[in-house]
């Protein structure tokens, strides 16, 4: 499958499977390590049966949670945020996932950290008719519920472009 690409010269084929496949100008300027963890999203979310909407929604959170990098720090460290009861954040990796969600190691491991979010997203039943940052927001309860949507469209962009098959 071709797919061209905004800052590519030429058409490319992408495999998912092949991070040697992902294009040096990105998509929609994510690229590099960005692309490995949405490929990492978006074969999690394949493998526990979720669609491509459900997929989209998993980069969606994870562009907007840590710009797709997986990261060791969060809000308290960069912000000074609490959670409501005043207590630190302790949210880490793709997903800025706290401490609730499971270990450190967990959280820290992609796939892992993706199961999880997939985990909770699969438990809100109406998930696929509600609007995508207020079905991520339920799961991820942030202070928010539209602050995903600015995500949309790149991670529509992305979740297509790598969704082709391997050949």
């Not at 905004?6 to 994510?30: H, K, N, S, V, Y």
């Not at 949405?38 to 999690?44: D, N, V």
């Not at 339920?138 to 928010?144: A, F, K, L, P």
Request: aromatic share 8%; with cysteine.
């Amino acid at each position: 499958m071709l797919i061209p690409l905004g800052l590519a010269r030429d058409p490319a084929l992408i495999c998912i499977d092949d991070p040697q496949t992902f294009p040096e100008a990105g998509i929609e300027g994510w690229s590099g390590e960005q692309l490995e963890n949405a490929a990492t999203i978006i074969r999690t979310a394949g493998a526990l049966g979720f669609p491509r909407e459900g997929q989209i929604l998993g980069v969606m959170t994870a562009m907007g949670e840590s710009s797709l990098h997986n990261i060791d720090y969060g809000d308290w460290e960069t912000r000074g945020f609490t959670n409501p009861d005043g207590t630190r954040t302790t949210s880490i990796g793709l997903f800025q996932q706290q401490e609730w969600w499971g270990s450190v190691e967990q959280r820290m491991d992609p796939a892992t950290a993706t199961t999880l979010f997939f985990d909770r997203l699969g438990r809100l039943p109406e998930w696929q008719t509600m609007e995508p940052s207020h079905a991520i927001h339920r799961v991820q309860i942030n202070t928010d519920r539209d602050y995903y949507s600015r995500f949309q469209t790149d991670a529509t962009a992305v979740v297509d472009a790598m969704s082709g098959p391997c050949e």
